[in-house]
């Protein structure tokens, strides 16, 4: 999750977890992943708020290829394909899991509120994706999607949108926030496009890798 940095809040939504071992240490050996490394995300074609629909999905398209070129890295994000725009995001529906894995732009609080199940406040952006385990070495994400707040208050900027979206798909691929020094006004020296509020950038840095 990200939220707006002049709240001086830092918010954290870890992955919705399923399946047994849910509590057990997590090591880079034992931590979910993507089969195979690769995910196919699906973009809302929606825009609204200071962008257009079509610089929403480039944003997005953007985001999934800064991950999938991190020198190293087997990740593949693909979000090459599009959907219509729509009034009820699918968030978290892994009980009716159609591996349809998304990025929605949200412009109504109402909306957000219905997927969600509370108010945006200053989130920009929310990320689910749970995982099922099979033995300690196997677990693997098997859902994700992504909501974007575009009704945030101050709007949107090309450039802006893409920063969440990247953190949000840092969220969707397993990634958490690897510094919380500003947590109680305490200062972070961490830049990182997964950290929960702060500095933006537009593709991975080192602290993120």
Same mark, same amino acid.
């Given at each position: 999750?990200?939220?707006?940095?002049?709240?001086?809040?830092?918010?954290?939504?870890?992955?919705?977890?399923?399946?047994?071992?849910?509590?057990?240490?997590?090591?880079?050996?034992?931590?979910?992943?993507?089969?195979?490394? =690769?995910?196919?995300? %699906?973009?809302?074609? =929606?825009?609204?708020?200071?962008?257009?629909?079509?610089?929403?999905?480039?944003?997005?398209?953007?985001? &999934?290829?800064?991950?999938?070129?991190?020198?190293?890295?087997?990740?593949?994000?693909? &979000?090459?394909?599009?959907?219509?725009? @729509?009034?009820?995001? %699918?968030?978290?529906?892994?009980?009716?899991?159609?591996?349809?894995?998304?990025?929605?732009?949200?412009?109504?609080?109402?909306?957000?509120?219905?997927?969600?199940? &509370?108010?945006?406040?200053?989130?920009?952006?929310?990320?689910?994706?749970?995982?099922?385990?099979?033995?300690?070495? @196997?677990?693997?994400?098997?859902?994700?999607?992504?909501?974007?707040?575009?009704?945030? @208050?101050?709007?949107?900027?090309?450039?802006?949108?893409?920063?969440?979206?990247?953190?949000?798909?840092?969220?969707?691929?397993?990634?958490?926030?690897?510094?919380?020094?500003?947590?109680?006004?305490?200062?972070?020296?961490?830049?990182?496009?997964?950290?929960?509020?702060?500095?933006?950038?537009?593709?991975?840095?080192?602290?993120?890798?």
């Amino acid at each position: 999750m990200r939220s707006i940095p002049l709240l001086l809040a830092v918010l954290l939504v870890l992955p919705l977890m399923s399946g047994t071992g849910a509590h057990a240490q997590t090591t880079p050996q034992t931590a979910p992943k993507w089969y195979g490394g =690769q995910i196919s995300m %699906r973009v809302e074609s =929606q825009g609204g708020n200071g962008i257009t629909a079509n610089e929403f999905v480039a944003a997005s398209q953007d985001s &999934a290829k800064s991950w999938t070129d991190v020198t190293g890295s087997s990740i593949m994000v693909n &979000a090459s394909e599009t959907f219509a725009a @729509q009034s009820s995001p %699918r968030w978290g529906d892994y009980n009716n899991n159609d591996s349809a894995h998304e990025i929605f732009f949200v412009t109504t609080n109402n909306e957000w509120s219905q997927a969600t199940g &509370a108010g945006a406040g200053g989130t920009l952006g929310v990320t689910v994706a749970p995982w099922t385990a099979w033995s300690c070495n @196997q677990r693997e994400f098997y859902d994700a999607d992504i909501l974007i707040n575009g009704f945030v @208050q101050d709007g949107w900027s090309a450039t802006s949108v893409e920063e969440t979206v990247l953190h949000e798909i840092g969220h969707a691929i397993g990634l958490g926030h690897p510094c919380l020094a500003g947590w109680n006004g305490c200062s972070s020296s961490c830049q990182a496009v997964m950290a929960a509020s702060g500095g933006d950038f537009t593709t991975p840095q080192q602290d993120d890798i």
